[in-house]
Structure formats: C-alpha cells, structure tokens
C-alpha cells in the first residue's frame, strides 16, 4: 500500500462542490482562524480536516475527518492513522501538545470515529468524555415523525393542533434571539451563545442558520436557532419554547416541522444533541428526546496531550 503525504488543503486540488457542504465550522470556532491539512496517496487527496488553533490546543468541533474518496477496510484504517500520527508530528514541530476534540456523534460517522479514537489512544495519552445523543435517521420511504411518539407525547402532539409550524426569515434573527433568550431565562438556563456569535456565522457561512417557529395564530410559542453542520445533518441546536404552553409541548411540533424540512431537503439526521449540563444529565431532557422515539448514540469528547 502506497505511502501518502500531508499537505496544505490550499495545495489540494479538490473540486469546490466536493467541499461546499462540509466546510462550515462549528459555532465554537466561529471567532477563531481555521487551519486545514489533508493526506494525498499517488495525487490523489484521501482524507481532510479542518481545525483551529487556540493558544497551545488543537480545537475540533463536531467534525470528523472528510473522506473524500471511497477507501476501505485495511487501507482506510491504515491511511486515517498515517494521517493522525503526520498531523501530530507537525503540530509538535509547532509546540502544540494538546488536542480537544468534540466528534460527532457516533452512528453518523460510525466508522471513522472509532478508528479515530482508537487511533489516538494509541498515539497519545487520551481523556475520553462519552454522553447520549439522540437523534432521528431520515429515509425517504421511512414512516412518518408521529409514528415513533410515545403515548405521552402523543396525547401533547393531539392538543397542540392549532399550532403551525413555519421557517422565518433571516431577517428575524435578532427578534428569535430574544424570545429564545427570554423562553430560556425563564427555566433558569443562561444562554451559550452571543447574538453577535450567530450573526457572524450567519454571516460567514451562508446557508449554515436556519431559523425555525411554530406559531399560536401569528405569535411564536417555540423557536429553534438550527444549524446545518454538514450536508447530512440538521442539528436542533437552541431550542426553547414558552413555558406557558408546556401543558400542551409546542417543541414536539417544531421537531416534527425539522424533521419534515429535513427529508424534503435530502438530509440523512436530525441531530437532537445531547442532554447533558455542566452539573450533569438534564433527566428531563432526556425523558422528552426518548419520549419523542429518538434514537440514541453517543458522542464523545476527546482530550489528548503528547510531548
């Protein structure tokens, strides 16, 4: 088997709609300078990445490694770690020791996280933080949004009827911003993210955001900041909803309305994320993700340091 070569993805001649989709960066690198390397075998470039870098840290964020051609079994093993142990090598040549890693949930890239994990913990000294994610699988053919809901959600979905689920506008950032921030105030949440942050990325990355509302008559009772991460994956990423229709779970139709938009698009997850805060599990997150019939994988967190 041929031995490849790291390079500079900007020395890579990749066709621009092999990129388009992949190369929005997670809202966590969103103020930072992204870096991107790739493994080119006989010209041929093989595997890439991107990734920022903060003081001494290599910063991933929910991103696995782009396979740009279809390489397989021995060989994809062998060529995702070359590449690895080269790009610790020359972050190393640049007094970079450490690395920390949010990988995508485990079931979208199934393949390519475990080899990743299992890769560095043969190259570095390894932390591994794993929590659930739940998430729904969009076929096609596959049975509708209401056929997965547990009788509990199923009697919340009944009375919800005369809500209407509805995409806004770019234009309306600002005022969705507000009323999430007001919706998560009330449950006691502080909020993660700037309106600065989301305005940037909306910004930068076109076609990233996407805001999404379900309506009692023309007022917002729930709204979803959404982030389209990858081709693949539309990711319910700041929810919130008006504490005052939790009798009736005007977030089960904003997800239904997702997970409609999501198929009509050709997307392959409706990425519902983790349940899990700085104090630990949110138990009654957890409880409404499973009550919805979301499957669950797990998503880790990888820290590794090496000298």
Known sequence: ??????????????????????????????????????????????????????????????????????????????????????????????????????????????????????????LAKCQIESHPNHYFKLLPSGNGFTSSLHQTAKRKYEKSRELVFKMLPDTELATAYQMVSKWRALRGHQNSMTLIAFEKISKKIPNYLHLFAVCLDSDPVAICLAVRPHRDILYYFYPASDPLYDEISPAIRLVEGMHAFARKEGIRFLDLGTSYLSDGPNKGLLQFKDSLGANRTMKHVLKATWS
Not at 2 to 15: R, V, Y
Not at 27 to 32: I, T, V
Not at 61 to 90: E, H
Not at 107 to 114: E, I, L, R, T
């Open 1 to 122: 088997m041929s031995k490849g070569q790291l390079i500079s993805l900007d020395q890579a001649s990749i066709p621009a709609q092999d990129l388009v989709f992949d190369t929005a960066l997670y809202y966590e690198l969103h103020d930072l300078e992204i870096q991107s390397h790739a493994y080119q075998v006989n010209g041929q470039i093989v595997l890439s990445l991107q990734y920022a870098v903060r003081n001494d840290t290599i910063i991933i964020a929910d991103r696995a490694p782009y396979q740009l051609v279809s390489v397989y079994g021995n060989a994809f093993q062998s060529y995702l770690r070359s590449f690895y142990t080269d790009l610790l090598q020359f972050w190393s040549s640049k007094g970079i020791y450490r690395l920390y890693w949010k990988l995508p949930p485990v079931d979208f890239f199934k393949n390519v996280v475990d080899e990743t994990v299992s890769a560095w913990e043969s």
